[in-house]
């Protein structure tokens, strides 16, 4: 199942709902792309991909600095998981294949 491509994502945070773009590229088992949103965009780090599943972070500034770690699965045009944020703890996101 490929991951590439353009997704529209909705990300459940402790401030509320966040809508977010992010642009996927793999090769082999590594993920590249860059992520974009309200507080402007960042470039993954730590992507992969195995099967079905995928995992990559972003840093943020806004509203506090923060590492963002991502970990889903991707079932055709549709991607689930959890986002870790931080001391804050886990929450969903979904995304759709734009």
């Known amino acids: 199942m ?3 491509g353009n997704w529209n994502m909705t990300l459940s945070t402790p401030m509320g709902e966040r809508k977010a ?18 507080e402007g965009s960042a470039e993954i780090a730590e992507g992969k991909v195995d099967g079905n599943a995928v995992s990559w972070k972003i840093s943020i500034q806004k509203p506090m600095p923060l590492t963002l770690d991502f970990n889903g699965t991707v079932n055709g045009d549709a991607m689930e998981g959890q ?3 931080g001391f804050l703890g886990n929450f969903p996101f979904k995304g759709t294949r734009a």
Do not use: E, F, R
Request: proline letters at 0%.
């Open 2 to 4: 490929s991951v590439d």
């Open 21 to 38: 773009t992010l642009t996927l590229t793999s090769s082999g088992n590594t993920l590249t792309g860059t992520q974009a949103g309200d």
């Open 83 to 85: 986002m870790g944020v």
